[in-house]
């Protein structure tokens, strides 16, 4: 198995919800990533895991909440989000020490 | 700190027509360079990579060579498809950590007509 797959491939929610993405792999890879992506620009790294850990947070704001539950998962709680939000949230993972990263097809997110 | 520039295009095409997108990079050491392409409404997809000087990489008639002494990475087709037309993104790792924090250009949009 060489993907990363994503739930829900779309979603709407209004600024007062409570929503959760999912992100899976079963590479056996180690460190896992969310990135925010906007039309026409390149990913925004929002949060790393390493080993299950917390290991960079790129000064995200706290209605955004990571999780990693285990290895293979990854899940980003959304509370009282805002229109900006709405964007592509891309998930990838990788092995340790200089390989590429894995992307999954993403969430296509709007807030109302 | 480090950095990737490309041409932002948009970039239009004739099918079969020969294809470069320029990528330098600015980095400490000694990076492992990346093209990802990304197909509308989908997600990213490592289309090839060179981890040292002078390295080729190759995937589905693309082509990059890792040139160090040009902090360049571009890429080469010989003869597009309708099918390549995507955003292709040049990117790069220091790999100086435990995991890989990948710093991405801005993204060069191709289209392909036939």
């Known amino acids: 198995d060489t993907e990363v797959t994503q739930t829900p491939k779309h979603l709407v929610m209004g600024m007062t919800n409570k929503k959760s993405l999912k992100c899976e792999q079963h590479?056996?890879?180690?460190?896992m990533y969310w990135y925010k992506q906007k039309a026409k620009k390149p990913p925004e790294l929002m949060f790393v895991?390493?080993?299950?850990?917390?290991?960079i947070n790129e000064s995200v704001p706290s209605r955004f909440s990571p999780e990693c539950p285990n290895s293979s998962l990854l899940n980003l709680h959304l509370h009282a989000l805002q229109p900006e939000d709405s964007a592509l949230y891309l998930c990838?993972?990788?092995?340790?020490?200089?390989?590429?990263?894995?992307f999954g097809p993403g969430t296509r997110l709007t807030v109302l | 700190g480090n950095s990737v520039t490309q041409m932002e295009g948009p970039v239009t095409l004739s099918e079969e027509a020969f294809l470069t997108i320029n990528c330098t990079y600015t980095?400490?050491?000694?990076?492992?360079l990346f093209w990802y392409v990304q197909y509308p409404g989908e997600g990213l997809q490592l289309l090839l990579k060179?981890?040292?000087?002078?390295d080729k990489g190759s995937n589905k008639g693309f082509e990059a060579t890792y040139r160090k002494e040009t902090t360049s990475f571009h890429l080469e087709k010989g003869s597009v498809q309708v099918s390549d037309s995507a955003v292709y993104f040049c990117?790069?790792?220091?790999?100086?950590?435990?995991?890989?924090?990948?710093?991405f250009g801005p993204g060069t949009s191709l289209s392909v007509i036939p």
């Open positions: 980095a400490t050491g000694y990076p492992s």
């Open positions: 590479m056996g890879h180690r460190a």
């Open positions: 990117a790069l790792s220091d790999g100086k950590t435990s995991y890989d924090k990948v710093i």
């Open positions: 990838a993972s990788s092995q340790m020490e200089g390989n590429e990263q894995f």
């Open positions: 060179a981890t040292k000087a002078d």
């Open positions: 895991y390493s080993y299950e850990k917390l290991s």
